[in-house]
């Protein structure tokens, strides 16, 4: 009986481990040489929820917890490549597929969302070519409903 507990506890400590979050690969690549990051606390979204006029997108930015853009531009093609296929693996681990844009052959944007119920806990955009590459990772509890709203402007 031990050894079936111990085994399955070891199963599921391996399954963790494995298991990639947004965070986690924005923190592997932010460090890589002439990549730049920056992070956008949860502060600074509420002075600018303050400062924004329209209602939609105040009540958007007071639910988001932190920003973090991480722009591999700079860096070689392969750490660029390496950084899009492990943000395409996360639909792997709890992330889906909210949209897809392609620009030519080369170039493209793919959004990944991790959501529990009607609240969207992370937005992860990536927009690649074969010179470029940004990534932005917004967490919050942020309302799939002010989202809506926000593309639907744009959408306009």
């Known amino acids: 009986m ?14 963790l481990a494995f298991c990639q979050s947004a965070s986690s690969v924005f923190n592997e690549y932010r460090d890589k040489k002439h990549a730049e990051y920056v992070s956008v606390p949860k502060l600074m979204m509420t002075i600018a929820a ?12 007071k639910e988001v917890d932190e920003a973090k853009v991480l722009t591999l531009t700079d860096c070689s093609s392969s750490i660029r490549k390496k950084f899009v ?5 996360l639909s792997d681990d709890g992330y889906s597929e909210f ?12 959004i990944l969302v991790k959501q529990k119920g009607d609240t969207i806990q992370e937005v992860v955009a990536v ?7 940004v ?13 809506a709203a926000i593309i639907g402007m744009v959408d306009d």
């Not at 303050?50 to 930015?61: E, H, P, Q, Y």
């Not at 990534?135 to 989202?147: H, P, R, S």
């Open 50 to 61: 303050a400062k924004v006029k329209d209602g939609n997108v105040a009540a958007l930015l």
């Open 135 to 147: 990534g932005i990772l917004i967490t919050g509890d942020i309302n799939a409903e002010d989202v």
């Open 2 to 15: 031990k050894k079936i507990l111990f085994t399955l506890i070891l199963l599921l400590t391996c399954q």
């Open 127 to 133: 927009s690649a070519g074969d010179n470029s590459c």
């Open 85 to 89: 296929k492990k943000i395409a693996a």
């Open 99 to 110: 949209t897809g844009l392609k620009k030519g052959k080369a170039e493209g944007m793919n």
